[in-house]
């Protein structure tokens, strides 16, 4: 499936017809260089590329690993929303790939990612972490403890305030602090998308911040857009020593992903990759190779 973007307007004109059978775009001396045609001569050789990737790969295939995987046991810890009269909202983000430790139970863990409270469905800052080692006297103790203190190992700092390595930043719920969530991820790779080898970088998604049993299509969440020097300051020419520096540049198509979970009755797929589905946490797809086309057909 091709791009669905339409560039054949202002101020692009790529007017290419694969009908009109047009391979190359000649220029010649003496009469200017129109804008389509450079346009176009892109999507002459985008459109090689298309064809050759639609024999080998049907689109949406996972080309270069990429791969999708799930937990559905994620520890998670909720945390009070403000500690000796700081709002740790404020140093939430500071704690993700970080390791933290019980002050009580020794036990350490890394914290893989957070929520805020706005975000979360039971209004408290919750992290989501991995435990790695345990503690208490015996070593025995697995958890951290509801109402405990939490310390890290690297220095915290907002605004003009600096939390010191080995003093306590947070502190667990009173109750029921201990959760358990389930989420889904998709590693860095590349895949075929309308046309086109995509990067996709590595991403993941709840399913259920607070349970363990989802249901959902897990996917990617394709969209295309038009950016401009506005937009990307990067856009604009970068030829220091020229009367052209800094003047505004060509606009860029533009293929973004995104992993997002849907419904299992909602089979809206325009957009969409289906990488993932879990019913009741069984799983029922996925896609842990690349999905052939013309070639497999071929090969069988």
């Known amino acids: 499936?091709?791009?669905n973007t339409n560039l054949n307007v202002t101020p692009y004109y790529d007017d290419f017809s694969k009908d009109k059978n047009f391979y190359r775009v000649l220029f010649r001396p003496g009469f200017p260089i129109q804008a389509r045609?450079?346009?176009?001569?892109?999507?002459?050789?985008?459109?090689?590329?298309?064809?050759?990737?639609?024999?080998?790969?049907?689109?949406?295939?996972?080309?270069?690993?990429?791969?999708?995987?799930?937990?559905?046991?994620?520890?998670?810890?909720?945390?009070?929303?403000?500690?000796?009269?700081?709002?740790?909202?404020?140093?939430r983000e500071q704690l993700n790939d970080k390791i933290i430790t019980g002050i009580t139970t020794g036990v350490k863990a890394k914290v893989l990612f957070s929520i805020s409270s706005t975000d979360s469905d039971k209004g408290y800052i919750t992290?989501?972490?991995?435990?790695?080692?345990?503690?208490?006297?015996?070593?025995?103790?697995?958890?951290?403890?509801?109402?405990e203190q939490l310390i890290t190992d690297v220095e915290i700092t907002f605004g003009t305030t600096l939390i010191e390595i080995g003093?306590?930043?947070?502190?667990?719920?009173?109750?029921?602090?201990?959760?358990?969530?389930?989420v889904a991820y998709v590693q860095q790779g590349v895949y075929f998308i309308r046309g086109f080898f995509v990067d996709v970088p590595y991403q993941y998604i709840l399913l259920d911040q607070y349970g363990s049993n989802p249901s959902y299509r897990v996917g990617l969440d394709i969209q295309e857009s038009i950016i401009t020097p506005e937009d990307d300051l990067s856009l604009n020419d970068n030829?220091?020593?020229?009367?052209?520096?800094?003047?505004?540049?060509?606009?860029?198509f533009k293929i973004t992903t995104k992993l997002i979970k849907k419904l299992l009755t909602d089979d809206a797929d325009k957009n969409f990759i289906e990488l993932l589905r879990i019913n009741n946490s069984k799983v029922e797809k996925l896609v842990d190779r690349s999905a052939y086309d013309e070639l497999e057909r071929g090969l069988a």
């Open 127 to 147: 992290l989501f972490v991995k435990y790695i080692e345990s503690g208490g006297d015996d070593n025995t103790q697995q958890t951290f403890a509801n109402n």
């Open 239 to 252: 030829a220091a020593g020229t009367s052209n520096y800094a003047a505004p540049g060509s606009h860029r």
């Open 1 to 3: 499936m091709a791009q």
């Open 167 to 182: 003093s306590p930043f947070a502190q667990l719920l009173p109750t029921a602090a201990l959760q358990v969530g389930s």
């Open 37 to 91: 045609e450079l346009t176009t001569m892109q999507s002459i050789l985008q459109n090689q590329i298309e064809n050759v990737g639609s024999h080998l790969f049907k689109d949406g295939a996972m080309v270069i690993p990429g791969q999708v995987g799930y937990d559905l046991t994620v520890d998670a810890i909720m945390l009070q929303e403000s500690f000796l009269g700081a709002d740790v909202e404020q140093y």
